[in-house]
């Protein structure tokens, strides 16, 4: 009898892989991040867009951020606020404040004055993890432009993420509150979505208007953070096929290593171009665990990419104060292959040592595992990294104590001396310390147009009825000599207008922003139109001094020599508009450029000032367009060249006459160019007699 056949029993169904805890692939990818600015900050031509592993650094802390937040709400129901702050005090701050007090202690003993001041600012500002508001606004300060770099500026990175954790737990609290029925994923992903659409169109927006703060403001940057978020929301849920996978890993390290390469400096960042390494990154998470003897997650899981990576967070934190101290530390110079190697080194062993004796501790420890420790503990290393920068500003104090002294500082009287410095055993005036605020008069007055600004706003000096009518026009090197003309103005009873603004040479020719040969200054032309008309229109001077910097560069030119060219040609066209109003125009030839940070040199080698010294040739080296402006037929401007007060036939000083000379690597200080009124009135006095 036959026997009626069974079905075979279904098999047992699959269960989802269990949510993973630990992700080997991206400690390695941490390795790779701290190794691209590493070498970036060491050797720019190395890796010229090495700064992308900051952005690496965000996806990461994204993803791994909101994975734990994902996985509390899913397992507890809720969010903890207070929890999520204790876990973040407990991981960020007992190294980052280890770090800042060794920076700060090391900045004393090792940093000149004006260095010391801007790092006793920054302490306290990366304290409070608001570094990245203060190197925002200090980079749209033209004076504060071509500060020295600062040994905690690097903590601009921490603070972008702290600021983005103020608010991102508070999606997921949210979330956690809403009645069952509501608590879908999609609810997540609408508003981590809605964080990245926002921020993506800040920084594409910012990083084109106003690129110099726009590389720093949380604005710019969240989304970088927000998109490690979301993909820690989509991963949650769904994954894709091995042989998809396995292949996105290596597009995403290649996009990475795309970046790095070929980014540089003169890139609009963050905007669009943060979209490549940060896709690139979050396709190497997406990739994730995949087989095969080729396969990223073998190569970023290797023993020695995960124990770069678990230092990475302290190395960041360490190799920044190293790069910046090192010019100062005995028997050492510019920094070349063999300290970069050894930067690099003392970095590891250092984040190794901090690992080991003050992040494993904490971490393994009972200590910081309630919010009154966690908040004591932040509260006191924010005092004590904010007093040490207290300290130091009490100690930068104490040097501001030389007094002008007419027979010691004679300044361009020593020029054809032997020794044009002056007595090495007397002390330089302005005191290094002060070179800085050194200013000519329109920038206290605030009538120095900074660079986005489009109409003239003049600051006018002397008499309202003088007889004769001056105007000083052009850029901040035009401004640096409104002590020379304000002094001459005082002995002759001048009226003196100054219209002068940051970057913009006096010329119809439109110039690039900031020289970056990448922004059209449009500000600038508005402005320059704008002077024009009140030259020709209500100031309508007798006299115009004007000069600019030799560097701008022409937004049209093909090349250096044309676009020398053309900006010259475009003085000549303004000249000739102002001439035509019945002014005579005098053009001071552009003054020296200096070694950077004059003042700090100064102060490093107070008993060898010929040291900070710069060869004439190469001091005066860029090709200035005013002469070439005055050399154009039918130009009546007359050219007055000051610079052999500022350099002997071999070298142009850093301190004439026991008085400092630059302020910086470019501008004189107001003294000096005071200083130098006698003979401004010299080399001009055949215009002088025709007024």
């Keep these: 009898m036959p026997t009626q056949s069974q079905p075979a029993p279904a098999p047992p169904a699959a269960r989802p892989a269990p949510p993973r805890r630990f992700f080997p692939e991206v400690q390695g990818l941490r390795a790779l991040a701290v190794a691209l600015v590493v070498v970036y900050h060491v050797d720019k031509e190395l890796l010229p867009g090495g700064y992308v592993g900051v952005d690496v650094f965000f996806v990461i802390s994204g993803f791994l951020i909101t994975t734990l937040l994902l996985r509390e709400a899913r397992e507890q129901g809720r969010v903890s606020l207070s929890g999520f702050y204790i876990r973040r005090v407990r991981r960020i701050l007992?190294?980052?404040?280890?770090?800042?007090?060794?920076t700060g202690a090391a900045a004393m003993a090792l940093l000149p004055s004006a260095q010391l001041l801007d790092t006793a600012?920054?302490?306290?500002?990366?304290?409070?993890?608001?570094?990245?508001?203060?190197?925002?606004?200090?980079?749209?300060?033209?004076?504060?432009?071509?500060?020295?770099?600062?040994?905690?500026?690097h903590f601009w990175s921490l603070a972008v993420e702290e600021q983005f954790y103020l608010f991102w737990p508070l999606l997921f609290i949210g979330w956690t509150a809403l009645p069952a029925r509501l608590r879908r994923t999609r609810m997540l992903l609408l508003g981590g979505g809605a964080v990245i659409a926002a921020s993506f169109a800040c920084s594409v927006w910012l990083t084109l208007s106003d690129p110099a703060p726009a590389y720093f403001l949380p604005q710019t940057r969240m989304w970088e953070l927000a998109a490690g978020g979301v993909l820690a929301m989509v991963l949650a849920h769904r994954t894709l096929p091995d042989r998809v996978r396995a292949g996105l890993g290596w597009a995403g390290l290649l996009a990475i290593a795309a970046a790095a390469f070929t980014y540089d400096d003169a890139v609009a960042f963050p905007g669009w171009a943060?979209?490549?390494?940060?896709?690139?990154?979050?396709?190497?998470?997406?990739a994730g665990r995949t087989e095969g003897r080729w396969s990223t997650y073998r190569l970023l899981s290797t023993a020695p990419a995960r124990f770069i990576g678990d230092l990475s967070?302290?190395?960041?934190?360490?190799h920044w104060p190293l790069i910046v101290f090192w010019p100062f530390l005995p028997g050492t110079d510019a920094l070349g292959p063999l300290g970069g190697v050894l930067i690099g080194a003392a970095s590891v062993l250092l984040a190794w040592v901090?690992?080991?004796?003050?992040?494993?501790?904490?971490?393994?420890?009972?200590?910081?595992?309630t919010g009154r420790s966690a908040l004591a503990f932040a509260l006191s290393g924010a005092l004590l990294v904010s007093g040490t920068g207290w300290i130091q500003y009490q100690q930068v104090e104490q040097r501001r104590d030389v007094a002008f002294d007419p027979e010691v500082h004679v300044g361009p009287a020593a020029i054809d001396e032997e020794r044009p410095e002056g007595d090495a055993e007397q002390a330089v005036y302005p005191a290094p310390i002060d070179a800085l605020d050194d200013l000519p008069s329109v920038y206290d007055d605030e009538c120095q147009a900074m660079p986005n600004e489009r109409t003239a706003d003049p600051c006018a000096y002397g008499p309202e009825d003088a007889e004769v009518t001056v105007a000083v026009v052009g850029d901040s090197h035009a401004a640096h000599w409104v002590p020379a003309v304000r002094a001459v103005a005082g002995e002759r009873n001048w009226r003196v207008y100054t219209f002068t603004k940051?970057?913009?040479?006096?010329?119809?020719?439109?110039?690039?922003?900031?020289?970056?040969?990448?922004?059209?200054?449009?500000e600038c032309e508005d402005w320059n139109a704008d002077v024009v008309d009140r030259l020709t229109g209500d100031v309508q001077p007798d006299l115009v001094f004007t000069s600019a910097r030799s560097r701008a560069i022409s937004d049209a030119a093909g090349d250096t020599e044309e676009g020398k060219r053309l900006i010259a040609e475009g003085m000549?066209?303004?000249?000739?508009?102002?001439?035509?109003?019945?002014?005579?125009?005098?053009?001071?030839?552009?003054?020296?450029?200096?070694?950077?940070?004059?003042?700090?040199?100064?102060?490093?080698?107070?008993?060898?000032?010929?040291?900070?010294?710069?060869e004439r040739d190469d001091a005066l080296g860029e090709e200035d367009?005013?002469?070439?402006?005055?050399?154009?037929?039918?130009?009546?401007?007359?050219?007055?060249?000051?610079?052999?007060?500022?350099?002997t036939d071999d070298t142009c000083p850093a301190v004439v006459g026991n008085v400092l000379v630059y302020r910086d690597a470019h501008h004189l200080t107001a003294t000096y160019s005071e200083m130098l009124a006698a003979d401004l009135e010299e080399r001009a006095e055949p215009v002088l007699e025709a007024l």
């Design 94 to 102: 007992p190294a980052a404040t280890v770090v800042l007090l060794a």
């Design 121 to 153: 600012k920054q302490l306290a500002a990366s304290a409070l993890y608001v570094q990245n508001l203060l190197l925002a606004h200090d980079s749209v300060d033209y004076l504060a432009a071509g500060a020295a770099e600062s040994p905690v500026q």
């Design 274 to 286: 943060a979209a490549l390494p940060v896709l690139g990154t979050a396709a190497v998470i997406t």
């Design 313 to 318: 967070y302290a190395i960041y934190l360490w």
């Design 354 to 369: 901090t690992k080991l004796l003050v992040e494993d501790p904490v971490r393994t420890g009972g200590a910081l595992r």
């Design 502 to 522: 940051s970057s913009c040479p006096f010329t119809s020719e439109p110039v690039t922003k900031d020289g970056s040969g990448d922004l059209r200054y449009t």
């Design 572 to 614: 000549a066209e303004q000249w000739a508009e102002v001439e035509e109003a019945g002014a005579q125009v005098v053009a001071i030839a552009d003054t020296p450029s200096a070694r950077a940070r004059v003042p700090e040199c100064v102060e490093m080698h107070p008993t060898d000032p010929d040291s900070c010294a710069k």
């Design 625 to 647: 367009p005013q002469l070439i402006a005055a050399d154009l037929p039918d130009t009546g401007a007359e050219v007055v060249d000051l610079n052999d007060r500022l350099c």
